[in-house]
T-cell receptor, first 115, second 114 residues
């Protein structure tokens, strides 16, 4: 069964460093998302991506964040200069269509720890 | 704006018993979808069940069923015959028509007791 994959599973970085979180969505999906979950809190939307551009972003997704689909298979989230409060689980998700009844398939997540 | 409320931070249930996890939502949209996800301690998000706002029947998937009461804006998850492996966080989420992201509730931690 096709699945969304994410690498690495756990990333530890120093405050101020750049990190790139990688995701490989399901191959025929067209809509891509990043969510984050700070430990013990709810899952929050960061950004959605379609047709090689951002379609929606939340207040969390400030200038320190960027997304890219560099090669038609990978979907990356870059944090330019990490802060302690960026420590969270980051989930990538993808869906085939963007309708209310279309399931978003989630990857296993990358746990980011900023020291 | 959409909002999901899960009022039960934690629930306990005896193995083999049924349990209901509450979810209420708020939206002004007519077309929307409601989802339940399970998050075990390993952290991944596992899709359980979906209910569309225009679906007349409650959704069911194996031991999971969704008690959808549109007028009350509630979408409670019912797990029948609980198993130890059901112990996890459960998140209710929704999205409306168009290009909108999933909005999640704060979750309910379910503990199944042997």
């Amino acid at each position: 069964e096709p699945e969304v994959t994410q690498t690495p599973s756990h990333q530890v970085t120093q405050m101020g460093q750049e990190v790139i979180l990688r995701c490989v969505p399901i191959s025929n999906h067209l809509y891509f998302y990043w969510y984050r979950q700070i430990l013990g809190q709810k899952v929050e939307f960061l950004v959605s991506f379609y047709n090689n551009e951002i379609s929606e972003k939340s207040e969390i997704f400030d200038d320190q964040f960027s997304v890219e689909r560099p090669d038609g298979s990978n979907f990356t989230l870059k944090i330019r200069s990490t802060k302690l409060e960026d420590s969270a689980m980051y989930f990538c998700a993808s869906s085939f269509r963007d309708r209310p009844n279309n399931e978003q398939f989630f990857g296993p997540g990358t746990r980011l720890t900023v020291l | 704006a959409q909002k999901i409320t899960q009022t039960q931070p934690g629930m306990f249930v005896q193995e083999k018993e049924a349990v209901t996890l509450d979810c209420t939502y708020d939206t002004s949209d007519q077309s929307y979808g409601l989802f339940w996800y399970k998050q075990p301690s390993s952290g991944e998000m596992i899709f359980l069940i979906y209910q569309g706002s225009y679906d007349e029947q409650n959704a069911t998937e194996g031991r999971y069923s969704l008690n959808f009461q549109k007028a009350r804006k509630s979408a409670n998850l019912v797990i029948s015959a609980s198993q130890l492996g059901d112990s996890a966080m459960y998140f209710c989420a929704m999205r409306s028509s168009g290009n909108t992201p999933l909005v999640f509730g704060k979750g309910t931690r379910l503990s199944v007791i042997a």
